[in-house]
């Protein structure tokens, strides 16, 4: 079995079981973290943080996390809601005058979010060097056509929704996305997540590494998508590992970070506004999240989906895959799976094996507490962590 790092809870024990039946099924490296009340029940790592298998994944090995950006932008844009600062229900065009051009004077600032302002990715070709530049890749936006009518259907807004979302956010407080994410959300928190990576931390990046059989030409595509953007803009494994990439600021898909990081940030959301003292938004401000946006099949993942502000809509939970986020306000936990093993989306079922195992640890800490069917308070569970072994690797 491989070598797992870390620390986790005996009644966990099955989440590091996972990574390293993932590491010895194939995978490079990886890490996962389950948070329950905001505190850590399971933080763990292992394999490595390159495709030649000769760089062990440390604890501070951070790798890009695709997707799951976009929640960190989601939860900007949601504290900003929560402060009265940014409308929900307001034209984007009060907050970005040129968005209005070609129609789109009537798209809400929730369709940005929900997947329902018909701009799933750019009329025009788009390279590597448009994403790395915020006033070309935004410009485009406002200027073209949306594809549908804004908030009567949803479509994947893979790359895009990073630059909508993240416009807004630079409107209204003079500064980038990555910026206020840094200076409102992870530093407070003190999370090791960045968008718009500094060069110091080059050296802890944990590089891309192809699904078995392609080569750093692959282009990572959405989950469930069948083809890359005909519109040139999908992005290749080689762009991913590129210093361009990683200094930019694509608030869609260009976040660093490890599993630990990410749990705690959105902690934030599974915890009604506030982790470890640090209160981030209200407890309705968290809630708008799970507010149904958009039902049915979309257009681009060409499955059904539910969507909210910001996050994929799964039952009770939310979060988003890239990597992968799960949320559980009603436990009170997040789950975070970041690795720099790609799969063939049709393949990925990665993450519903290990928040199947959170969950497995879950339930005997609720037996363990005599609540089968309840949240676990903050003091039972810092008396947990106090007071009971922990499991280490």
Same mark, same amino acid.
């Given at each position: 079995m491989a070598d797992i790092h870390g620390t986790y809870? &005996? @009644?966990?024990?099955?989440?590091?079981?996972? @990574?390293?039946? @993932? +590491? &010895?099924? =194939? &995978?490079?490296? =990886?890490?996962?973290?389950? +948070?329950?009340?905001?505190?850590?029940?399971? &933080?763990?790592?292992?394999g490595f943080a390159d495709g030649g298998r000769t760089v062990p994944w440390q604890r501070d090995t951070i790798t890009n996390v695709w997707s799951v950006t976009k929640t960190m932008t989601a939860l900007c844009a949601l504290i900003l809601a929560d402060r009265g600062a940014l409308d929900l229900d307001a034209p984007v065009a009060r907050y970005w005058p040129e968005f209005a051009a070609a129609g789109k004077e009537k798209v809400l600032v929730r369709h940005l979010l929900s997947h329902t302002a018909g701009l799933p990715e750019w009329d025009a070709p788009v390279t590597l060097e448009d994403f790395c530049d915020w006033p070309a890749a935004t410009s485009l936006l406002a200027a073209q056509a949306p594809r549908w009518e804004p908030g009567t259907d949803g479509g994947y807004h893979s790359l895009t929704q990073g630059f909508l979302v993240g416009e807004i956010v630079r409107r209204i407080t003079g500064g980038t996305?990555?910026? #206020? +994410?840094?200076?409102?959300?992870?530093?407070? @928190? =003190?999370?090791? #997540?960045h968008m718009g990576l500094a060069s110091e931390h080059d050296d802890r990046v944990a590089t891309l590494v192809p699904p078995p059989g392609k080569d750093e030409d692959y282009a990572a595509s959405a989950p469930g998508a069948d083809a890359a953007p005909a519109s040139g803009g999908a992005i290749r494994v080689r762009d991913g590992n590129s210093v361009a990439w990683r200094r930019a600021q694509i608030p869609a898909a260009s976040g660093f970070g490890n599993a630990r990081s990410v749990a705690l940030v959105q902690s934030v959301m599974a915890c009604a506004g506030a982790v470890n003292g640090v209160r981030l938004l209200s407890e309705a401000g968290t809630e708008r999240a799970r507010q149904v946006q958009f039902e049915g099949q979309d257009r681009v993942l060409g499955i059904p989906m539910r969507w909210g502000l910001g996050y994929g809509l799964f039952g009770t939970t939310y979060g988003w895959g890239g990597s992968l986020l799960m949320i559980d306000p009603d436990s009170r936990m997040a789950v975070a799976y970041v690795t720099n093993q790609m799969r063939e989306p049709a393949e990925e079922t990665r993450g519903l094996d290990l928040v199947m195992s959170a969950y497995d640890g879950l339930q005997g800490l609720r037996r363990r507490l005599g609540r089968p069917g309840g949240v676990v308070p903050a003091a039972q569970c810092r008396q947990r962590q106090n007071g009971w072994p922990a499991g280490s690797a």
């Open positions: 809870d &005996d @009644l966990f024990s099955a989440v590091p079981d996972a @990574l390293a039946a @993932l +590491l &010895d099924a =194939g &995978d490079a490296g =990886g890490s996962v973290a389950v +948070l329950v009340d905001g505190e850590p029940v399971v &933080d763990v790592w292992g996305v990555g910026r #206020f +994410l840094a200076e409102e959300v992870t530093g407070p @928190l =003190g999370a090791d #997540f």
